[in-house]
């Protein structure tokens, strides 16, 4: 097919899709909690059923992950995410408060565009669409052109699903052909109401510069403390097991391990008895050049990749073939220090301090230069340095004493269930939430009268010369403020300019 047909084609499309579904979605806007739960809980049934096969897709298409893993993202993103949002109030009243008179109604936000990254595919594709249609919206899917076919594929399930339930499929739509045209205009189409965006930074930039209300998801780098009061095998076996799922592939996957000097060596000894391999200095300089581009963003080639196939990629020939985890001791942070930077595989930087207070300022160095408003983790028995930490470094979740991995997405913590992770502001994202069907419906307060015009006059204090007559204060704050000769000064400034 020729590139121009091509683009016109799923430009065409596009437009087709967001029709059907903003249709669909008018229809559904109207439907109650019961007919709601009905369609979702068919959706996540389906992602159970067919979690084995689109996990093992998802391997097979992208060469990302492990498939065993990948079944169990597909499980959380159907069954977990159903379980945990079922009961949520996302139609009708949702709150009154007849003291002040205000009743919220949750209102759906329209048609949804879901941007579906290569990493997780299929588990993203299942657990936003379930959040989408928790809210009474409607979604469209921009798959990842390397994901394309087990993306295609998850749909087709769910829109199955969604059939067998009475629902109308049309409420779930994706793009066959998918371009950067296609995706530009799903998500600055007149008719899109929001954008999730989860995918690499490029893509978070353009979904905010859309033109469209927008939840991007930026890049995760996240270190992990390790106290001197840390259950320490447990504390390595826990980041061990969350930086080999399905081969460091989820964003809030541990990038780095800081500890005191006190215990760095008890810590490198028992990383090395769980399977961690401890670079030499030639080996993390010809690791260094391989994990980033000229450009210095990721190799593509290591991600979700065992540390053995990256060990082979990058030639290194003395890694043993017991190493789960490949570990580069590293003393900076920044550009020429490509260890301090995202590694989706398993690949951790090892970085020692002085004093906890100096290793939080590393963790918070690592942060603020890629990864800022994501996630850590800490592995201690001292709240005091929980608080510390959440007080200095700039994340959206402090995770404790459980796999970054699995507790970043609210698997092994009591965060909402979610693909997607807002970065809030220090982030560039729109939220600090791990997003949920909260995140994608409006709210309509209905506020009742309780004063008329002269009770409010009434209520407003009255200042003359400075006193304020209806205050037991002894004068107002503007009291000694000329206001006339400060409007004054500044219409004399715009007539002289």
């Given at each position: 097919?020729?590139?121009?047909?091509k683009?016109?084609m799923?430009?065409?499309?596009v437009r087709?899709?967001i029709?059907?579904?903003k249709?669909?979605?008018?229809?559904?806007?109207?439907?109650?909690h019961?007919?709601?739960?009905?369609?979702?809980?068919s959706i996540?049934?389906?992602?159970?059923?067919?979690?084995e096969?689109?996990?093992?897709?998802?391997?097979?298409?992208?060469?990302?992950?492990?498939?065993a893993?990948?079944?169990?993202?597909?499980?959380?993103?159907?069954?977990?995410?159903?379980?945990?949002?079922?009961?949520?109030?996302?139609?009708?009243v949702?709150?009154?408060?007849?003291?002040?008179?205000?009743?919220t109604?949750a209102?759906?936000?329209?048609?949804?565009?879901g941007?579906?990254?290569?990493?997780?595919p299929?588990s993203?594709?299942?657990?936003?669409?379930?959040?989408?249609?928790?809210?009474?919206?409607?979604?469209?899917?921009?798959?990842h052109?390397?994901a394309?076919?087990c993306?295609l594929?998850?749909?087709k399930?769910?829109?199955?699903?969604?059939?067998?339930?009475?629902?109308?499929p049309?409420l779930?739509?994706?793009?066959?052909?998918?371009?950067?045209?296609?995706?530009?205009?799903?998500?600055s189409?007149?008719?899109?109401?929001?954008v999730?965006?989860?995918?690499?930074?490029?893509?978070?930039?353009a979904?905010?510069?859309s033109?469209t209300p927008?939840?991007?998801?930026g890049?995760?780098?996240?270190?992990?403390?390790?106290d001197k009061?840390?259950?320490?095998?447990?504390?390595?076996?826990?980041?061990?097991?969350?930086?080999?799922?399905?081969n460091?592939?989820?964003?809030?996957?541990?990038?780095?391990?800081?500890c005191?000097?006190?215990?760095a060596?008890?810590v490198?000894a028992?990383?090395?008895?769980?399977?961690?391999?401890?670079?030499?200095?030639?080996?993390?300089?010809?690791?260094?050049?391989?994990?980033l581009?000229?450009?210095?963003t990721?190799?593509?080639?290591?991600?979700?990749k065992?540390a053995?196939?990256v060990a082979?990629l990058?030639?290194l020939?003395?890694?043993?073939?017991?190493?789960?985890?490949?570990?580069?001791?590293e003393?900076?942070i920044g550009?020429?220090?490509?260890?301090?930077n995202e590694?989706?595989?398993p690949i951790l930087?090892?970085?020692?301090?002085e004093?906890?207070?100096?290793?939080?300022g590393?963790?918070?160095?690592?942060l603020?230069?890629?990864?800022?408003?994501?996630?850590?983790?800490?592995?201690t028995?001292?709240?005091?340095k929980?608080?510390?930490?959440?007080?200095h470094?700039?994340?959206?979740?402090?995770?404790?004493?459980?796999?970054a991995?699995?507790?970043?997405?609210?698997?092994?913590t009591?965060?909402?269930?979610?693909m997607?992770?807002?970065?809030?502001?220090?982030?560039?994202?729109?939220t600090?939430?791990?997003?949920g069907?909260?995140?994608?419906?409006?709210l309509?307060?209905?506020?009742?009268?309780k004063?008329?015009?002269?009770?409010?006059?009434a209520?407003a204090?009255?200042?003359r010369?400075?006193i304020?007559?209806?205050?037991?204060?002894a004068s107002?704050?503007?009291a000694?403020?000329?206001?006339?000769?400060i409007?004054?000064?500044?219409l004399?400034?715009?007539?002289?300019?």
């Amino acid at each position: 097919m020729h590139s121009l047909d091509k683009d016109l084609m799923s430009m065409q499309e596009v437009r087709d899709l967001i029709a059907r579904s903003k249709k669909a979605q008018l229809a559904f806007a109207d439907r109650d909690h019961a007919y709601v739960d009905r369609i979702i809980k068919s959706i996540a049934d389906a992602g159970v059923r067919n979690a084995e096969r689109l996990g093992k897709m998802a391997n097979e298409e992208t060469g990302f992950g492990i498939p065993a893993d990948k079944t169990i993202k597909n499980i959380f993103g159907s069954r977990v995410t159903y379980e945990y949002v079922k009961d949520m109030k996302t139609t009708g009243v949702i709150e009154e408060d007849e003291a002040a008179g205000v009743t919220t109604m949750a209102i759906p936000m329209g048609v949804i565009a879901g941007i579906i990254p290569s990493t997780n595919p299929t588990s993203t594709v299942l657990n936003n669409v379930i959040i989408s249609l928790k809210g009474r919206n409607s979604i469209v899917l921009s798959p990842h052109p390397s994901a394309l076919n087990c993306i295609l594929e998850t749909v087709k399930v769910i829109r199955q699903a969604i059939s067998e339930a009475g629902g109308d499929p049309d409420l779930v739509g994706v793009i066959t052909i998918p371009t950067r045209q296609a995706t530009e205009i799903l998500m600055s189409h007149h008719d899109t109401a929001m954008v999730i965006a989860t995918g690499g930074s490029a893509m978070v930039r353009a979904a905010y510069s859309s033109g469209t209300p927008a939840i991007g998801v930026g890049p995760g780098n996240g270190p992990a403390f390790i106290d001197k009061s840390a259950d320490l095998p447990l504390a390595v076996k826990r980041i061990m097991d969350s930086k080999t799922f399905d081969n460091g592939t989820i964003c809030a996957s541990e990038q780095s391990v800081v500890c005191v000097y006190e215990i760095a060596a008890a810590v490198e000894a028992e990383l090395t008895r769980q399977g961690a391999y401890f670079l030499s200095d030639a080996e993390k300089d010809q690791l260094g050049k391989f994990i980033l581009r000229a450009n210095g963003t990721m190799n593509p080639e290591i991600v979700g990749k065992s540390a053995q196939t990256v060990a082979q990629l990058a030639k290194l020939t003395n890694v043993p073939a017991t190493a789960r985890v490949l570990v580069a001791r590293e003393d900076g942070i920044g550009f020429g220090h490509p260890y301090s930077n995202e590694k989706l595989s398993p690949i951790l930087a090892f970085y020692t301090a002085e004093t906890y207070e100096e290793a939080c300022g590393i963790c918070r160095d690592i942060l603020t230069y890629e990864g800022a408003g994501h996630t850590m983790s800490m592995h201690t028995k001292d709240l005091d340095k929980v608080n510390y930490f959440a007080k200095h470094v700039p994340v959206a979740r402090l995770v404790v004493n459980t796999p970054a991995t699995l507790g970043g997405i609210g698997a092994s913590t009591g965060l909402v269930p979610a693909m997607t992770l807002g970065c809030g502001a220090i982030g560039g994202s729109a939220t600090s939430d791990n997003v949920g069907p909260m995140n994608l419906i409006n709210l309509c307060r209905i506020a009742v009268g309780k004063k008329e015009i002269e009770e409010v006059r009434a209520s407003a204090p009255v200042c003359r010369d400075g006193i304020c007559e209806t205050s037991t204060a002894a004068s107002c704050s503007t009291a000694s403020v000329d206001v006339d000769a400060i409007v004054q000064a500044i219409l004399d400034k715009l007539n002289r300019s």
